[in-house]
């Protein structure tokens, strides 16, 4: 630094200092809070409230039988809320969610942390379309291609990884196609 002026461009230290060590205690502070539910295991609010028992799902393509461990959501709130909240989904996990009746539906990814892929099932167990790598937290509408009994979500490149595709078949008993 130039100080060809006589000019002084001392800063008092312990001035610094003192502000310095505020603004860290203030930042660990806030870091504390941060963290205070995840070291008390605070339950994931979907997670804590869930009544969904586990069923298997199977997908019928290439000549191959690949087997799902689903979630299945028939009433309207738990159809409204799927996978929402959720930070992690086990593989070959999903949530099948059950219309009642063959309905043109589209779904969103408001509060939904993990990326899917959304397969839309005619009530024959028939694969209409399929959204893929769905972008997370968004609210843009992702449509059925016609009516459908079922949506499938899964963890986004499953059907890429199983080359899943539509007019490929799902079984399960919401299509009354489910075989022993």
Not at 49 to 73: C, D, G, W
Not at 144 to 149: A, C, N, Q, R, T
Not at 164 to 174: A, E, M, Q, T, Y
């Amino acid at each position: 630094m130039d100080n060809s002026e006589g000019t002084s461009d001392h800063i008092h230290t312990s001035t610094l200092n003192t502000a310095g060590r505020r603004s860290s205690i203030w930042g660990m502070f806030c870091v504390w809070l941060l963290l205070i539910p995840l070291l008390v295991g605070a339950p994931d609010p979907v997670l804590a409230n869930e009544n969904h028992a586990a069923e298997k799902l199977v997908i019928l393509s290439q000549n191959l039988r690949l087997k799902f461990s689903v979630e299945v959501v028939s009433d309207y709130q738990d159809r409204k809320t799927g996978l929402m909240f959720r930070r992690s989904l086990a593989p070959r996990a999903g949530m099948l969610f059950d219309y009642g009746v063959a309905r043109q539906v589209a779904m969103w990814m408001r509060n939904t942390y993990l990326p899917l892929d959304i397969l839309f099932i005619d009530s024959s167990g028939v694969i209409r379309n399929i959204a893929t790598d769905t972008v997370p937290l968004s609210l843009t509408p992702i449509p059925s291609d016609g009516p459908v009994l079922g949506v499938l979500e899964l963890n986004a490149g499953t059907t890429r990884a199983l080359q899943i595709k539509p007019g490929d078949i799902v079984l399960n008993r919401i299509f009354g196609n489910m075989t022993p």
